[in-house]
């Protein structure tokens, strides 16, 4: 992640007055995405809990025919 950040910069043309407005925007952005990571790791929790999960010990038997 480092080094595509690194390279969007160099690649924008980002001088050292710019600096400043997109450290924030990488800042923004990192706490943004983290949230909605978040909320998909609940999401899916909810989901396994409410319906459990689905582990079997047991191997299935085979039908003859």
């Known amino acids: 992640m480092q ?3 690194q390279s969007a910069v160099v690649e924008k043309g980002v001088t050292a007055k710019e600096y400043a407005e997109s450290r924030i925007e990488v800042i ?4 943004a995405t983290d949230v909605i990571a978040f909320f998909i790791i609940v999401a899916c929790a909810g989901a396994i809990w409410k319906f459990g999960p689905r582990i079997s010990t047991r191997p299935k038997k085979r039908r003859r025919g």
Do not use: E
């Open 3 to 5: 080094f595509y950040l």
């Open 28 to 31: 923004v952005g990192c706490i």
